[in-house]
């Protein structure tokens, strides 16, 4: 097991942005909304992302994405994700997602679902530096905001185009790096290869963010202090985990974590979790939306399979408030 480093937890300066500690929430589709991103700053992440949302449809000025980007006020900082393959486009969105004041404007430069790959998005950017350079520029141009891009290695493993990328959004403007050191073709499958972060982090100007199997406090110590990337973005680890932001804090801090986090106080975030979802998206929705979190709050808990099983039903709070309160009686 590593050992505690002091040290290793700081501020990040982003051109005119400071945030105040170097471990934060990824973007990710379908879970990092507004709810979910007040959980985790409230468990100390210290800027979280929102999930992608289109340029395109931002620029149309289109309700549904730009609900996407709504903040809770428990919120602290927060960095809003587009993607695009337009610079005229990611400037107009750049345009008008800026009045809303996000603390980073983060292009898209990994995502591999189809739907965004078929509008020559996300991961295919990849494959065209230069064309990163120019969205970058072009959102530079619209913002007083820092710009930054999240990038996979490369298409696939005969073209890791991950510095040629990280050279052109610099070069245009970009003042934070992220890097997923998977490629495209590898989706989430095998394990990333920390060493490429190592390798971004000696040739980049700018402060670089390493993404992937941050699974633990240790996790995200290890890949600090081997690869000497300037903080983590913490993903899967955190579903049904928002104590790990605090535990890698105090672990980069050179402190005694709070490892064991007891089945009351994991269910009673879960329901703070649902309250404010419900208070973002109304009853019903957040009910459903939920169900998915649950069974990651309730993984590893003894008995946790019976809380999964009652709350695919559970259309209101106080159900689920019911279901909680009995786990915990019997
Ligand atoms: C459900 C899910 C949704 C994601 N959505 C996004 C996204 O919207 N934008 C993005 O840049 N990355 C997205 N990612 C990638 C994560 O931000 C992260 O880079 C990746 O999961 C690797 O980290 P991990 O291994 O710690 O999960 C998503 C990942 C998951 C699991």
């Given amino acids: 097991m590593d050992s505690p480093k002091p040290g290793l937890f700081h501020d990040i300066t982003v051109a005119s942005l400071r945030v105040p500690g170097n471990v934060w929430l990824a973007p990710m589709a379908g879970y990092s909304d507004a709810a979910f991103r007040a959980v985790c700053a409230k468990q100390g992440a210290r800027l979280c992302f929102t999930e992608m949302a289109s340029a395109d449809a931002l620029s149309r000025n289109n309700g549904?994405?730009?609900?996407?980007?709504?903040?809770?006020?428990?919120?602290?900082?927060?960095?809003?994700?587009?993607?695009?393959?337009?610079?005229?486009?990611?400037?107009?969105?750049?345009?008008?997602?800026?009045?809303?004041?996000?603390?980073?404007?983060?292009?898209?430069?990994?995502?591999?679902?189809?739907?965004?790959?078929?509008?020559?998005?996300?991961?295919?950017?990849?494959?065209?530096?230069?064309?990163?350079?120019?969205?970058?520029?072009?959102?530079?141009?619209?913002?007083?905001?820092?710009?930054?891009?999240?990038?996979?290695?490369?298409?696939?493993?005969?073209?890791?185009?991950?510095?040629?990328?990280?050279?052109?959004?610099?070069?245009?403007?970009?003042?934070?790096?992220?890097?997923?050191?998977?490629?495209?073709?590898?989706?989430?499958?095998?394990?990333?290869?920390?060493?490429?972060?190592?390798?971004?982090?000696?040739?980049?100007?700018?402060?670089?963010?390493?993404s992937g199997d941050l699974f633990s406090a240790q996790d995200c110590l290890r890949m600090i202090s081997t690869t000497g990337c300037d903080g983590v973005m913490i993903a899967r680890g955190c579903l049904g985990n928002p104590f790990i932001f605090a535990q890698a804090e105090a672990l980069l801090r050179g402190l005694p974590a709070q490892t064991r986090i007891e089945p009351e106080e994991r269910l009673s975030i879960a329901m703070a979790h649902l309250h404010m979802l419900a208070h973002s998206v109304g009853e019903d929705k957040a009910c459903r939306d939920m169900r998915k979190h649950f069974v990651a709050y309730t993984k590893g808990l003894p008995g946790g399979s019976i809380v999964r099983q009652s709350v695919v039903n559970a259309a209101r709070v106080d159900e689920y408030e019911e279901i909680v309160e009995s786990y915990l009686r019997d």
């Fill in 64 to 210: 549904t994405t730009l609900r996407l980007l709504e903040k809770s006020p428990e919120e602290t900082l927060t960095g809003f994700q587009i993607f695009g393959s337009s610079p005229s486009i990611a400037a107009a969105a750049v345009r008008r997602i800026t009045p809303l004041r996000p603390a980073i404007v983060d292009l898209n430069c990994g995502c591999s679902v189809p739907k965004v790959l078929k509008a020559d998005c996300g991961a295919l950017l990849l494959r065209n530096p230069a064309l990163i350079g120019s969205i970058v520029s072009a959102m530079k141009a619209e913002t007083d905001i820092p710009v930054s891009v999240k990038l996979r290695l490369g298409w696939e493993a005969s073209s890791l185009t991950y510095l040629a990328c990280a050279e052109a959004a610099v070069k245009a403007g970009a003042s934070l790096v992220t890097l997923h050191p998977r490629t495209r073709a590898q989706g989430f499958g095998g394990t990333a290869q920390w060493n490429h972060l190592r390798t971004l982090k000696e040739a980049c100007p700018v402060p670089v963010i390493g």
